[in-house]
């Protein structure tokens, strides 16, 4: 379980349960070796390119999603808890904002205990979040967990996950870029990618390889009066229809 409009062709790629990212711009790098580096104050690169042709619909969810392909969102990381088993079990998603920090929903870091960030993961590189150990993945250890000091479960639902180590940047795995302000990048009637791990409908089971979806932001008001009145006051956007959501 971030939100983000399609950037313009001057600036680099940039991304909401919480993954949401615009088109990446034609001046990313393409299919470079699994050896090559890249600088970590670049962001917003898609070595892999996703598949932007899909019908506009969107599943933790990304509710109407389409599956993408390996790899070509390289900002999305699968966060996950582990058991008394030992297996890490998956809690949401989440986006790379730098080698050492994740930004997610604090929904996503709640289902489980966030007092104890030393049993929490972050996996990069993954695209079926079920298939432990993919021959591209990361998987590092969590060192805190900062949520929204006034999230009460709806509103405020932000959270920053700070990495024992740094991330490796590679062509699987890339920060996605965040502008300094929304000023007129996130407005109704733009549209704006989605990505996450979640229902493809309302009545299927989730899905375990990584969906994506476009949607358009609406006005607010549209939400208000689907919720009942509801106001999702300041920080969260409308977006999608009930056909096409993202949770």
Known sequence: ?????????????????????????NSSPAQPSASTQFPSQQCGQTPIKPNLSVALKTSNAVVGG??????SWPWTVAICYMDWFGNCEYQ??????????ILTTATAVSSSDSNKPKQWRVQTGVNDQKNKGEPN????????????????GFYNDIALIHLEKPLR???????VCLPYNDTGIIAPGQSQWYTGWGYTSGSQKPASNLQQAS???NENLECDYVFNGQSLQGGRICVGTPETNNC
């Open 92 to 101: 949401g998603a989440g986006a790379i904002i730098s080698d050492r920090y």
């Open 169 to 175: 940047f590679d062509q699987f795995t890339q920060p």
């Open 66 to 71: 389409q599956p993408v392909i390996p790899n």
């Open 215 to 217: 949607l358009t932001i």
């Open 1 to 25: 379980s971030s939100r983000y409009p399609e950037p313009t062709n001057s600036s680099p790629a940039q991304p909401s349960d919480t993954s949401r990212y615009p088109e990446p711009t």
């Open 137 to 152: 993945e990361q998987v590092v250890t969590v060192l805190e967990i900062s949520k929204h000091f006034l999230f009460d």
